[in-house]
């Protein structure tokens, strides 16, 4: 039960910023803290809780009791017709309609439950805007980081390059510049930033001026809670004075076989992948997924399946329908056969918990490299854009549970790449013994006396006592 002051109770309103993998891990924040009895209401724009319903099985939604504390909800993004699907436009107009819907829907909520009126604000690192809104409205504003700590602390070193002139104010480094926060992090080298889209300067721009805003943001908030733990990213974390620790997410909620609306997946799961998996060797398996958002060429795509076929070894592979530049992708007859299973989407840390999976070929996005560091998965790296080069490195260059898939001078992956990697990363039993070593670290640190379980609960107490 959440402590109250008189017959008051605390109450916390989640806003994420609207993408799979930015919903995903505050709603696993937001489900935590519902289950130690303090209410949560979650707003997600309407068109992604369309989408989030859609996807559902209502027989999936047998809910324990705790998740009563729970509630979804919506706002309008502030788009017109025939603007749904416009990315750039939804950046501005969510900034500018976000503070409006939410003083309104915040009014409404403490008008109706005055006895739970809102009392803390959690909000996406991009949304970082919204704390003159929660100040407005007498709630606690706290940011959410859904990336690594190490992507938060470049961030903060964005002045520091501008003024001594080795970043433009487009986001781009002069070739040869090689930016490091620290020794025990990684270094970030052209067109490795979070902001870096080198083919598209103008989307470059755009990305760059929202990373800006950020550092700005994020540096008056009072607490940033981080989907990381603090062993795996101690030097990062570290930089950070006001950062809290409290992931990986995905251990201390993690999804079960059929989640319902409140996993917040915005496709449906094929769940025959799992009984698929059953039927194979332990540790024989690729796993195949680029998230939500990446896209190929029909030549990469060909190249892809003609290495996985080459490889002689079964897979899983997630092929999204608008996984060809957005178009379908078209591969080639009988790919699959009794070695390959194709789905358009997974149970992705039940897929990652199997015992027939060996290794995951990823994009690395920070949810995808949490989900198979933490249960133990060797990766292939295959980053399309943003954190996810930097989120390669710490797979490859410093925790060394995974390897690179290169591309040739033509930007091609190509089929014999791909079946070489597979094969190398199946046979040195060096990333499997690393990713175990940091499976267990993850698990320490989420398990009773670690120190994301420490940081929570320091949290959901603090959230009990601002009522």
């Known amino acids: ?119 803390c604000v959690i ?57 490091s926060l620290s020794k025990d992090i990684p270094e970030w080298k052209k067109d490795e930033y979070s902001w870096s889209f080198a083919i598209d300067l103008k989307t470059q721009k755009i990305f760059f001026e929202c990373s800006r805003r950020i550092v700005r943001e994020v540096s008056e908030a009072r607490l940033l809670i981080s989907n990381t733990c603090y062993e795996l990213e101690t030097a990062a974390c570290d930089l950070t004075p006001n950062l809290l620790p409290v992931g990986p997410l995905t251990l201390v909620n993690p999804d079960g076989p059929k989640p319902g609306p409140k996993s917040c997946s915005f496709h449906p799961q094929d769940l025959s992948c799992l009984t698929w998996l059953d039927g194979k060797a332990d540790g024989s398996v690729i796993y195949v997924s680029f998230g939500s958002l990446a896209v190929f060429s029909q030549q990469q795509l060909d190249e892809l399946a003609f290495g996985l076929e080459m490889s002689g070894r079964a897979f899983l592979w997630v092929v999204r329908a608008d996984l060809a530049n957005g178009s379908r992708a078209v591969l080639p007859d009988g790919l699959a056969g009794e070695n390959g299973k194709i789905v358009e989407w997974a149970p992705q840390e039940e897929v990652l918990s199997h015992r027939s999976v060996g290794c995951f070929l990823s994009h690395c996005g920070w949810n995808s490299t949490l989900e198979g560091l933490s249960r133990g998965v060797p990766f292939l790296c295959w980053p399309y854009f943003s954190d996810q080069f930097h989120n390669q490195k710490y797979i490859c260059d410093k925790w060394e549970i995974g390897l690179r898939i290169d591309h040739d001078e033509n930007g091609i992956r190509s089929r014999h790449e791909i079946r070489e990697k597979i094969d190398l990363v199946f046979c040195d039993d060096r990333f499997r013994k690393n990713a175990s070593r940091l499976k267990e670290v993850t698990r320490e640190s989420v398990g009773e006396g670690g120190s994301s379980y420490k940081n929570l609960k320091k949290f959901i107490d603090h959230l009990r006592k601002i009522c």
């Open 1 to 119: 039960m959440a402590v109250t002051k008189g017959n008051k109770k605390p109450h916390v309103l989640a806003v994420p910023f609207p993408a799979q993998g930015h919903v995903k891990p505050l709603m696993k924040l937001a489900r935590q803290i519902a289950k130690h009895g303090i209410k949560v209401t979650f707003v997600n724009i309407e068109c992604v809780h369309r989408q989030i319903l859609s996807s559902s099985r209502a027989e999936a939604e047998a809910e324990d009791e705790d998740m009563q504390n729970l509630v979804m909800t919506s706002v309008s993004d502030g788009r017109g017709p025939g603007e749904e699907h416009d990315v750039f436009k939804l950046l501005d107009t969510l900034r500018n309609s976000m503070p409006r819907s939410l003083t309104e829907l915040i009014e409404t909520i403490n008008a109706s439950t005055p006895d739970e009126r809102i009392t």
């Open 123 to 179: 909000a996406d690192i991009t949304m970082a805007y919204l704390s003159r809104t929660a100040e407005s409205m007498g709630a606690e504003f706290v940011v959410f980081s859904p990336p690594s700590a190490a992507a938060v602390g470049i961030l903060g070193l964005i002045p520091k390059l501008l003024e001594e002139g080795s970043m433009d104010q487009d986001g781009s480094v002069t070739n040869g510049v090689i930016t």
